[in-house]
């Protein structure tokens, strides 16, 4: 299973990519909001500056909603660097415009995906991946687990090369369920990554043998 960071927070990349575990970054136009980040050559740099410092894809999101527009603004995203995957969300105009990319052989992420079928329809067109949004069922009374299972069922039965990103996850048993269903990678918080190393008996038992360590050795 890959693991993506979801931030644009540069501290927050290194910080993962040190711990030595990070396979990329999902970025969206909200995150790049939280950080500040502004107009189209700022945006550009800020990209570039994410791409140095990790080891892997980095998804860049258009703003256009229109087929040209995307194509437009994903062909310059997509020139900025080789690990750049251009994200695109799901809707019609986007659906051509994966088909575009996918034909060109520039890697996409199909954004906002809610239901197994608006994921068919962006492995259809090629997608590189498709994020269903689990936290954000889950924020409407609505398991987003059952979405990665049946999406899984569906790439499985047709063997789409398209990879299952799950995204908006937001705490360490999502991760854990995602990986028991078998989604191919999985996109949070630094925080929900930290928490999959923690427990409190790996806390007691690390001081009790530094204290007989201790005590033994004067
Ligand atoms: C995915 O690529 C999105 O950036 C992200 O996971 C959204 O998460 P949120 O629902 O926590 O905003």
């Known amino acids: 299973m890959k693991f993506f960071i979801d931030t644009a927070n540069l501290a927050q990349i290194q910080e993962a990519q040190e711990l030595g575990v990070l396979d990329g970054v999902t970025t969206n136009p909200s995150l790049m909001a939280k950080e500040g980040i502004s107009g189209d050559a700022n945006v550009k740099a800020h990209y570039k500056a994410i791409c140095a410092i990790v080891d892997g894809d980095v998804s860049a999101e258009v703003i256009a ?9 994903g062909e310059e995203l997509a020139a900025l660097d080789e690990k750049i995957v251009v994200k695109i969300p799901m809707i019609k105009d986007g659906v051509k415009a994966l ?7 520039i890697k996409t992420n199909c954004t906002l995906i809610f239901s197994a079928g608006q994921a068919l329809m ?6 590189t991946y ?6 954000r069922l889950d924020d409407i009374s609505t398991d ?5 299972e049946s999406i899984r069922i ?12 799950a995204a908006s996850v937001r705490h360490p048993m999502h991760i854990i369920q995602c990986a028991e ?26 001081a009790k043998f530094l204290a007989d360590h201790a005590k033994a050795n004067g």
């Open 65 to 73: 909603t229109d087929y040209e527009g995307m194509i437009k603004e």
């Open 154 to 165: 569906i790439f499985d039965n047709y063997d789409f090369g398209t990879e299952i990103l």
């Open 181 to 206: 269903i078998g989604a191919d990678v999985m996109t949070g918080p630094l925080s929900a990554m930290e928490a999959l190393l923690k427990h409190p008996l790996t806390d007691i038992g690390l």
């Open 99 to 105: 088909k575009y990319f996918s034909d060109k052989g």
């Open 130 to 135: 498709v994020s269903p949004f689990i936290g």
């Open 144 to 148: 987003g687990l059952d979405l990665i």
């Open 122 to 127: 962006a492995a259809k067109a090629g997608a």
